[in-house]
């Protein structure tokens, strides 16, 4: 049928004959599409050279590093394999490290207050924020213990059940059953020292709350804070010891 009209007929811009209306519009579509095409095969091209920025920014953590910055700065207090035994100071090991990084971070910028962490964090790049948390998180974590057989059933209550009358929820359902945390946001706490977690958590009570010690804040958790905010230091001492047994 096509072969009836002369090319150059077909060619003509708007003619209005069925067949050639029909070729001049897939004609005219032509043009964008390719264009359109060509476009989007540009933004692939530049998407994938963003990506390899990307990820050529955040260069594979260098455990080698990480480990030698912790032998000579953090084990005095952590330990060297991250399982501190001094009860007032935190076990890191297998915890997340974007956890980690993010109080590096907190401390260094003050949004997290501590006298001692801040001076260490505030000496320290991103990179070595990077390779400290990440050889932390690939330390085997040591189990701890429960020690006060009345108060941990109702550590076990809190932690699994919440308060159900004073809205506060299950530990267990942020934090894991277990302990081990949910990566990235909510960190593990399973066999943490009961005595650095109660401290953590009237931190987060405490903080910018005046009649009490406004100085001893934690601010950096707004769901910490409105979960601590609601506890006695009975119910806290309680869950502390719990989660120390936790494995
Ligand atoms: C002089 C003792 C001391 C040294 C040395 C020390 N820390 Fe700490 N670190 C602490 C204490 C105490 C805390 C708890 C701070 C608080 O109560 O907020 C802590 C908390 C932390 C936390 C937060 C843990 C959590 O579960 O939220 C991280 C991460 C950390 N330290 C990493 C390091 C690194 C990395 C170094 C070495 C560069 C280091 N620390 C050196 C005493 C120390
Ligand atoms: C709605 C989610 C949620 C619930 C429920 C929750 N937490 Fe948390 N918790 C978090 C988040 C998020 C963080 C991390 C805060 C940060 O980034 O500094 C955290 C941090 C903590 C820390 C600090 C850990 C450390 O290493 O310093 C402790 C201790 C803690 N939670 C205990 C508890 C206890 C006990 C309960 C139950 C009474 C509980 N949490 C319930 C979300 C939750």
């Not at 006298?115 to 070595?128: L, R």
């Not at 941990?152 to 302990?179: D, F, K």
Request: aromatic share 6%; proline share 4%; hydrophobic share 40%.
């Amino acid at each position: 049928m096509l072969g009836v009209f002369p090319e150059s007929h077909c060619k003509m811009r708007g003619c209005i004959h069925p067949i050639c209306a029909v070729s001049t519009r897939d004609r005219r579509l032509a043009t964008p599409d390719r264009m359109k095409f060509s476009a989007l095969f540009a933004t692939a091209a530049l998407a994938s050279v963003f990506a390899f920025n990307a990820h050529a920014q955040a260069a594979k953590p260098d455990l080698n590093k990480g480990s030698a910055l912790f032998a000579a700065q953090c084990v005095a207090c952590h330990a060297a394999d991250g399982n501190s035994t001094t009860p007032a100071n935190p076990k890191l090991a297998g915890q997340h490290p974007e956890y980690l990084l993010k109080q590096l971070q907190e401390f260094k910028s003050g949004k997290r207050e501590n006298a001692i962490m801040s001076g260490f964090a505030s000496a320290m790049s991103d990179e070595d924020m990077r390779n400290v948390a990440f050889w932390l998180a690939s330390q085997k974590p040591k189990d701890g213990f429960a020690t006060d057989k009345d108060l941990v059933r109702l550590g076990e209550r809190i932690y699994r059940g919440g308060i159900a009358n004073r809205q506060i929820a299950a530990c267990a359902g942020c934090h894991s059953p277990n302990g081990a945390g949910i990566p990235a946001q909510y960190p593990r706490l399973a066999g943490q020292h009961a005595e650095y977690t109660a401290t953590q958590m009237k931190a987060f009570r405490d903080h910018g709350n005046k009649g009490r010690d406004e100085k001893a804040g934690r601010g950096n958790s707004t769901q910490m804070a409105q979960i601590a905010a609601q506890m006695s230091d009975r119910e806290i001492k309680a869950v502390a010891d719990y989660i120390a047994g936790l494995r």
